[in-house]
């Protein structure tokens, strides 16, 4: 693989990031991933948006334009000759003195990787994937809002609880035991015809895709609402599907729960299958994105 860094192609073996970076050495980075449709990134300026958001509020001068950032993302697929691709950029703060800095970090530094596309099974937007719900309880975001940051320590325990099984994935409950969202994805579910996602407020990532769906939702009519549910609302819902950039709408067959006697139950969701409405969703999303 080759990858970008610091305005320069070098190869992935040949990349070495300074022992002294502190999003390294306390984590002060930021990251997006997107996915390229025809060589396009698709809600390249949301994810933009969000990084510059964050990237102000922790204090990381953002040394790329929106502009120069594309360039550099088509850049990378070109070196690495890949059209639809896997793109991850990263944005950290760069060489400091061991210990807390309170100003802004001007000389941060930029990686961007590209791979292929991950392989889906034949089935997987058919049948979709089984839902866990989370033992590990989401943590509260790093400030007023979650950034999507080099602190993943909170996914991290949640992925080694579900495992490796790549149809399977975990649901955070807040520490009040509200639905928040995946370990990287968005949730939503329909229920008697009305679309339902959690609140910004429960401390979940503001997700371009989560975003997406709700605007094509409004566009196509369909009752939205933001809120704090209960896991029961979830159980009783005829449809649940996550959204993430790279899997797009994948649906949710069924949710695996532990009782408060220690039980652990399972609960299909609708027939197993993608439900009408999620199905809707999948074909407006995929046939708007092109154009985002």
Known sequence: MNIFMDGRIISAADAVISPFDHGFLYGLGLFETLRTYQGRPALFSDHYRRLALA?????????????????AIHTTMEAN????????????????????????????????????????????????????????????????????????????????????????????LTQKGFL???????????????????????????????????????????RVEEGYYSLESLLAADEIFLT???????PVNSVSYVTGHGQTKRQEIGRGTIGYHTDLFLNRYRRGILNK
Do not use: C
Not at 124 to 132: A, D, H, I, N, S
């Open 244 to 250: 993430n950039a790279v899997q797009e709408i994948v």
């Open 81 to 172: 000759r890949l059209q639809d691709a896997y793109i991850r950029v990263d944005l950290t703060a760069g060489k400091g003195d061991i210990g807390p800095y309170a100003g802004v970090y001007e000389s941060p530094s930029w990686l961007i990787f590209a791979k292929p596309l991950p392989v889906f099974p034949p089935d997987f937007y058919r049948t979709g994937k089984r839902l866990q719900v989370l033992q590990t309880r989401r943590n509260k975001p790093e400030g007023a809002w979650r950034f999507k940051s080099h602190h993943f320590m909170n996914n991290r325990l949640a992925k080694r609880e579900i495992g490796s099984d790549p149809l399977a994935e975990g649901l955070f």
């Open 55 to 71: 990237a102000e509020e922790i204090g990381i001068a953002l040394t790329m334009s929106e502009a120069e950032l594309e360039n």
């Open 180 to 222: 928040a969202e995946g370990i990287v994805s968005n949730l939503f579910f329909v229920s008697q015809g009305a679309l339902s996602t959690p609140a910004i407020e429960t401390g979940i990532l503001p997700g371009t895709r989560r975003a997406y769906v709700l605007e094509i939702a409004k566009e196509m009519g369909v």
